[in-house]
């Protein structure tokens, strides 16, 4: 088993915490280095991580390979037995993949930063804006928990990476209004899958990202469709429900594309959104993917 991954994308970051609390043996090739860049191609067109390669199935799309995993291998599930912890599980997945995602993407300018006077005026305000819900409801859930859905589940896999951004981003939630969510916080940075996955992300900043150079494009949306053509594959990108997209607003406008606003918009341009149309092959600089 293959794991075409990068240690600065948080969907991978996902899958590859899915796999180690698995127990189970893979390898990992990061995908957007040069040596691991057309290793990467031979198997998704896109170029894109994650990608997962289990014999000859090919999984693209971090949550559609949650999924595989979960069905193929179920010892130490990441999904909820109970019905209704399985579909807040998801839900919480579907959150951290896409509304606060979005806000991290655009606050940190792709992960690669503002050039020093170029930060729109009133973006970190918005933001925290716009996550002050999210947390709020994070928050309430913790009330009576340890974790969202009663056990550690996909549902904390997912949103560590984000919320560990938030706090690098300064446009994380208060500890002394949000102790509950703080102290999960803390909880998940204790278990081994967590703390390897900092590890990584930490040893990636400083020894690769540093030297990152900022593309002209980080990601590119389109509006035609396609999948992954190779035969025994599965994945690729999937309308969001409206529903879940009107659970976001823009944080700036002509800026941050978050719910309806950005399923308005990208009709019409190439700006990043949380919940993106049916894809067409993209050319990305900096590949990313659900």
């Not at 995908?31 to 090919?58: C, F, M, Q, W, Y």
């Not at 913790?142 to 984000?162: H, K, N, V, Y």
């Amino acid at each position: 088993m293959t794991l075409y991954d990068n240690a600065f994308s948080p969907f991978a970051r996902k899958v590859r915490m899915v796999l180690e609390h698995k127990r189970l043996v893979f390898e990992a090739i990061d995908g957007l280095t040069p040596s691991g860049h057309a290793k990467l191609a031979a198997v998704n067109p896109r170029v894109e991580v994650p990608v997962l390669v289990d014999g000859d199935l090919i999984v693209v799309n971090s949550s559609h390979i949650v999924a595989y995993l979960e069905h193929r291998y179920p010892e130490h599930p990441v999904y909820p037995a109970d019905p209704v912890a399985r579909v807040a599980a998801l839900a919480w997945e579907r959150i951290a993949d896409t509304l606060l995602d979005a806000i991290t993407h655009d606050v940190s300018n792709g992960g690669f930063g503002f050039p020093p006077g170029t930060r729109p005026a009133g973006l970190l305000e918005a933001a925290r804006d716009d996550l002050a819900s999210i947390f709020a409801d994070l928050e309430r859930t913790l009330a009576d928990r340890d974790f969202l859905c009663g056990t550690l589940s996909i549902a904390e896999l997912a949103l560590f990476p984000q919320l560990t951004a938030v706090k690098l981003l300064d446009i994380g939630y208060d500890g002394a209004t949000h102790p509950r969510l703080l102290a999960c916080y803390k909880r998940l940075r204790q278990l081994d899958v967590c703390r390897a996955d900092l590890e990584r992300t930490q040893a990636f900043l400083r020894d690769i990202g540093a030297n990152l150079q900022r593309p002209a494009r980080i990601v590119w949306r389109a509006i035609a469709s396609s999948g992954c053509s190779r035969a025994g594959s599965m994945g690729g990108s999937s309308r969001r429900s409206r529903r879940d997209a009107s659970r976001g607003r823009g944080v700036i406008k002509g800026h941050t594309c978050c719910g309806r606003r950005a399923m308005r918009r990208q009709r019409s341009s190439s700006l990043y959104s949380a919940f993106p149309l049916p894809m067409r092959r993209a050319r990305p600089t900096v590949a990313r993917q659900h």
